[in-house]
């Protein structure tokens, strides 16, 4: 009985790794011109879905989105994407966001997320730090609609606020806790 059991586990393990494969190329991209393309037109797919995220979108100091982040797992599981920050509708830099998972998983998916950084300080930490832990640092508010309803611009108080949406796949839950984001050269 254990050999069926482990042939059935090594079987869905050769089935996440190439699913993951196929998703990870999707998740940089190809140039710089790209992501440039890829961020612009994420944000304005959140703008039409979210009328809290435009409205912040101008009373926010910067802008990092990341346009397409590939998550895959079994057991084991990470995800990747590359994205911009974006200031006064400009790129002046490139991020990346990295996370790793464990416990009960299984499948793939992407997704994009924006988080808009609200105080000068959140910036700066930001573009000062080696990467920023989200969790750690600036205060993050990952807004569902449960949050959208009750933030207007005269509640807004926290550092930071982060929208996850184009979610694709097969997988449970989506969380950008634990993720970590760093500059990189472009």
């Given at each position: 009985m254990f050999p069926v059991r482990s042939n059935i586990t090594s079987v869905l393990f050769a089935l996440a790794v190439v699913a993951s494969a196929g998703f990870a190329s999707q998740a940089a991209a190809a140039t710089a011109e790209d992501l440039h393309k890829d961020s612009?037109?994420?944000?304005?797919?959140?703008?039409?879905?979210?009328?809290?995220?435009?409205?912040?979108?101008?009373?926010?100091k910067a802008v990092l989105v990341f346009p397409n982040i590939v998550k895959a797992?079994?057991?084991?599981?990470?995800?990747?994407?590359?994205?911009?920050?974006?200031?006064?509708?400009?790129?002046?830099?490139?991020?990346?966001?990295?996370?790793?998972?464990?416990g009960l998983q299984i499948g793939a998916q992407s997704y994009a997320y924006a988080v808009?950084?609200?105080?000068?300080?959140?910036?700066r930490y930001v573009e000062e730090t080696k990467g920023w832990e989200?969790?750690?640092?600036?205060t993050v508010v990952v807004?569902?609609?449960g949050v959208a309803k009750n933030l207007s611009t005269s509640s807004l108080k926290d550092d930071a606020y982060a929208f996850i949406f184009s979610q694709q796949g097969l997988?449970?839950?989506?969380?950008?806790?634990?993720?970590?984001?760093?500059?990189?050269?472009?």
């Open positions: 612009e037109q994420a944000l304005k797919t959140l703008y039409q879905t979210s009328d809290v995220a435009e409205t912040l979108s101008k009373k926010a797992g079994l057991v084991f599981g990470g995800s990747y994407g590359e994205g911009v920050m974006m200031k006064g509708g400009e790129i002046v830099d490139y991020y990346n966001s990295v996370t790793g998972t464990w808009f950084l609200m105080t000068d300080d959140a910036v989200l969790g750690v640092g600036p807004v569902d609609e997988m449970a839950g989506v969380a950008i806790e634990g993720t970590k984001i760093s500059r990189i050269e472009r």
